[in-house]
């Protein structure tokens, strides 16, 4: 069922009993509080499209099921309404500035391991109506923000993708090639750990696109590392640019985007699964396709939860990957390309109002903890109101 | 020791077990939710006066007792600073308008049943700065709000009380003398009801001031009884004015405005005990010389409490009562003007941030339930974002 | 529902919560352990006639009921033959001597404060055919242990009562009336808490019996507390008997034996309310008769459980007191001879198996904890197997 | 720390919170009941050599862990004592008779899983004085309960043995040969299955005993699969003798019973380890030589415990190990003769009577549930007492 939400770190309430003490104080049931980011609320908001399709998506929340597993709605309950109301003026975009002043978008923020994980879509649409270039930003690599962003955020908004820039480390493709320490110079790890990049790649370009490699200077690259990077990619006639704005701002950025520009073109995408595809069918096709697993295992769990899926009619919705980041795979401790791979299907959860099926391949963290010093610690203000320590 | 606070109606909350699950989860405890007007956080915005004053009082805060019984505050896991810095713009009083234009400085809301009640320090000093006649609300009777204004907040913000006027009902005065409907007129109820008025009034000539009574008229009110109301404060020599505006508006407060005023003087308060009074003897005074109590009784751990109070330093913070709004006397039961009952105080909470020593004289709800039919079920947005429900 | 039963002092069981984890453990529920003694089957084999009569009770357990309030008994869950085989062998009497030889049957022990207290029926039986004459034992005062035995154990176990002897000591007399320590001579206090004996013998007496009192003496009883006692027996004309059985055994009780055989006749009794009476009444009579309350009062929850009990043909149940036993009263801290007291009567519980409608007056322990030092800290074994510590 | 006992299956007490409610019920904990051959009393009793050891074993049971990590053992609450003298009976072996009125002790019951699982050295010394043979049986298979039997028990007992069976079942054999139906014939997978039969001889025989094989016949199994069997355990000179006790009781057994005789004589044993070896050294060698694993990986959370249990001076226990019955490696799912895999030791208990250093290879139920259709539906008893459908 449904979690709490609070937007706050307090891992002592990932697990809780709720309704203790007399009868008046509710039913004992197990519970949980998740962070907002985490709540399906995000989500809707950043798929909805105005109010009524807010209101819609808000009231379609599955809050429960009866005992003949019959989906019990947030509609069912009138909560639709007031939550609409709650949330109308959060559904307008926000524009904010880079420290270079430049106008930017900031709006909604859905994980992007249980969610899709990407800004709203009514910002996108704001962004394309303002400006001459939208450029947006879909959280972790090819098998998760991209995917999700391709096969749902750019079906349910029906929007074009001109371009696609893939941001590449050398730390990062060090640390796929088995270095120990990213910080120092591994030109044999950099020269395996791109086969990552390459994986990248390939996703995007299996989509139908032709991606810009992003590739992002930090201060510890050495010149070997990065000519070897840059002869790699040449030899592989790969489209890049090296990237400075980690130095040098928006001014390091000038040939990255010059690329991109030039890469510009109408696309025609293939998306990893059809949704009329059954439900099995679609989360074995981002596996195979996407991630490169050999085989699909649902556990009976997740069996039966497909089938209620489909006895309740929701069988078309959306595939949404709840995955780690650490890998391609579904197994944080598989780097680089992993092959052979059995991709776990444990359980599935039906998000009715963003519309997905999100199959849990993994042990997700929905409300993080504090690190041992939580930041809070520094943050003070003094007698005149100025506050200290926030960054 | 401190509870979470989230600012909705879920009675599940008041009573839960959190950390359940693996160690990572914390510790395996019992615990509570209460809503924002119940926090002790409430009760220190009301009382501060400046940002110093607050990252003091909130470092105060007492979150739980060592094995031998000494406090630990939030001080002490740096979170002051913080919750300062987080609270910087809610500590600015906020002015808005009534009805009819006039402006209102609304300022916090602390739980007049558990706290003290009364709108911020820091919203009176902005009025008393602005405009000519300070006009602050103290929620229910003399002997809650009226008694820890005068007790709490005129001490502690050093504020002279130049008038005050009691607002009364020929509802209420009919249900404290014992009638079934009030909406019936009942002139011998009203007869026998008008002595807990007289109580009240008593209670405030006890500080050193003498009200105006605001006979507050509401449209079932018969002729009769106003009659009979004004005839007997005439005999009384009571001053009062009958106040219309829950018909007409400001308009029908004119006349108890005029009264109000002629009554202002430089009144010399006579508080109801010395902060300096052991702990016990200031609540014995409250609930002798207030509630008219013959007894007060002190429960096994209400002693413990209040000698851990004093050995850690706690005794000459205010006395701010946890105490039923519906008797003057801790029994809900008890109507009118009663006698010889006996106070029971059956334990005793110390908030170190207010500086409150709270004693428990009943059952005090501090997280409400949702109706059977939710203010929610009403609220609704339409397509254009317009929200109705709301009233 | 129904408790689990665990035959050891375990506070910590007294509120559990039971099936956390995974569905697999079950449902979350909050749950209890009581003692063997407190345990409804405790008091349905101290009532059982044989094999067929303990498997229909056990058969009648209510472990629960419905949502729309109908009962679920233990033999809808096919429990009750299992229950009465592994009771098979419990079900027989067991005979033991006392340390002066003689022959004593021991059997069952249910709770006198929640259940009826008394020996089990099958015992009596034993004893009848066994011995000239057959002694038995009500637990607690004749509100209690007596008054359960006459309306409860007699009624159904078609049992004569030929004789009544009441233990008086002067100790508890002293206590009734006020005195702080009994163990010092006090003859005022026994002059006022003599009442109580009469109250006890009164009831006795409305029973239809004549009782003897057996004047329990203890070493600390002095001659003046013993002749201001028997003087007042004298002058009130009771039957009565000095007892020295605690300094001298069998031999000190021979006087109070006489006293009794003497007392011997066939009695008429009037029970202290008839079974045909509805739940309340029945309730009523017991606390005005037997207790001299002057008021009853139902909480709500006590009149919808007696509503319900009444629907599913409960009526025509026993009613068993869960009441204290350091008053006549239901207020522990009321002595002597309280008047003008209303009974509370806070919830019914429905014992099935007994056939008791339970009225619960006040909070009765189920489960008691371990003393500070328990007394499984004395209890040793040598290498040879000598136990030591057990008294 | 140490579970409470119950002996019933009762899954709803797996995971339980106690102490709920007032502060009088205790602290609230998670807690857990496990039935009684889980418990280490049950292991304990088993091993115990007298009262004397047995109270101190009892004593030695650790109940939980100060702060800093120091045990706080059942002594130092002064439990052992008590628990002694209330086993001073249990520890008393039984005899009894099976249906051919064969004389056998059958004493204690420790779980095959996460104890020793073998019965009582007491049991086992009394019948070396009282007969001419001495048999006993080890749960499980060579990784199991002989293991164990071997490694702790005749070491601790200080027994020799002098003659080892190992029983057979050609449909388990299937199984390990991967057959389906193991009622079906299918020689190919009894050829492939006879493998783990092999590693369970191989095991024995590194413990410097040869075994003789029981092939214990069941009606199902047909004269091409014996005839296939008996073939392969000629060729390969394996001593065995067919076993018909399933279908001709005793009698079946002569030839079994003959050629252990003949095997009979004073076998000099080699341990899997010497109980010098550090912890981690112990654990491997036994899942290296017994199970055939290639890695051994500790957990983060078992290297602490390990830690632990070396500074509080328990690296000298024996090492007992709760491992999967169903594979002779520690995951379940793995047939026959698995190789090239890697034991996983996710924690340690340390059980300071029995002595054992527990390694938790995987989940292990220490509380079985009820079946769909319980036993006890079927047992009853009649008006005289006759008990039936316990079997």
Redesign the interface.
Known sequence: NVS?T?DMD????????????PK????????SFVITAASEIMAIMALSK???DL?ERLGNIIIGYTADNRPVFARD???N??M??LL?DALKPNIVQSVENVPAIIHTGPFGNIAHGTSSILGDYAALNMFDYTVTEAGFGSDLGFEKFMDIVTREAKLPVDAVVIVATIRAMKHHGGAKNIDEENVPALKTGIENLFAHIKNIENFGIEPVVALNIHPVDTDKEIKATTEILDTKEIKYAVSNVYSRGGEGGIQLAEKMLESIRENKITYAYDINDPIRVKIEKIARKVYGARDIEFSKEALMDIKRAENNGFGKFYVCMAKTQSSISDNPSLLNVPENFKVKVNSIVINGGSGFIIPILGNIMTMP?LPRHPA??????????N?T??S
């Open positions: 709490r609070v307090d891992r002592s309430l990932r697990a809780i009993i709720v309704g203790d003490g008046s104080n509710g039913i004992l049931a197990s519970d105005g109010y009524e209101k309950i009138k909560a309404g007031a609409a109301a109308s903890g809070a610690e520094k943050i003070d203000i003094d007698s005149k109101g506050i320590g926030l």
